[in-house]
């Protein structure tokens, strides 16, 4: 059973950075697409993009290129989603999924509150 | 990009009904229509894909249908289990995936 675990609540100042995980298990981490997903009750769920672990290239929905970054640690199964700058508007809760076997994203993270107040 | 509509914007309906949920595309994304179920502070679950496919494990009351630019969801007999946030995902369009606006169901 795939299973992905992401990293605990944070809350950060407008301007901070952060850096956020998302560990795989139960399958290979390098065969399928991450992708991650935004939520916020204005917006609703959000595409942010993807990265691919096997090779590392990232695919970003435009409204987030250049304001997010996702990298991964292929010795760690880890994936990650960073922030260099925070904005109040980065208040969110942010999901890791995979694309599964079938072509779709079927396994989710349980999901990393974010906040982001002065 | 496209945009995702979804109608109604909630539901209320008894144990045992018929409930049926319509999300349209602002362009043809042929049958790349997912569905998803989402609890209250809990991730989305893959219900449907490719428009009409059931994931496995999900229960056979859960139906959908549609191509191009109109698709519907469909649950043949609500039960308890069923309340939550339905979303409609075009994923036609690689990277610039899109949810509708979510359908909350209440038993």
């Known amino acids: 059973e795939v299973q992905l675990v992401q990293s605990g609540a944070e809350v950060k100042e407008p301007g901070e950075s952060l850096k956020i995980s998302c560990k795989v298990s139960?399958?290979?981490?390098?065969?399928?697409?991450i992708a991650w997903v935004r939520q916020t009750p204005g917006k609703g769920l959000e595409w942010m993009g993807f990265i691919f672990p096997a090779d590392s290239e990232t695919k970003y929905n435009p409204p987030f290129r250049g304001r997010v970054t996702f990298s991964v640690d292929g010795s760690d199964s880890t994936a990650y989603l960073q922030w260099s700058t925070l904005q109040m508007s980065d208040t969110a809760v942010y999901f890791c999924t995979r694309r599964g076997p079938n072509g779709w994203y079927g396994d989710w993270g349980q999901g990393t509150l974010i906040t982001v107040s002065s | 990009d496209i945009q995702m509509t979804q109608s109604p914007s909630s539901v209320s309906a008894s144990i045992g009904d018929r409930v049926t949920i319509s999300c349209r595309a602002s362009q043809d994304v042929g049958i790349w229509v997912a569905w998803y179920q989402q609890k209250p502070g809990k991730a989305p679950t893959l219900l449907i894909y490719a428009g009409s496919t059931l994931q496995s494990g999900v229960p056979s009351r859960f139906s959908g249908s549609g191509s191009g630019t109109e698709f519907t969801l469909t649950v043949s007999s609500l039960q308890p289990e069923d309340l939550g946030t339905y979303y409609c995902?075009?994923?036609?369009?690689?990277?610039?995936?899109?949810f509708g606006p979510g359908t909350k169901v209440d038993i």
């Open positions: 995902l075009q994923a036609n369009t690689f990277p610039r995936f899109s």
């Open positions: 139960g399958d290979s981490f390098t065969k399928y697409w």
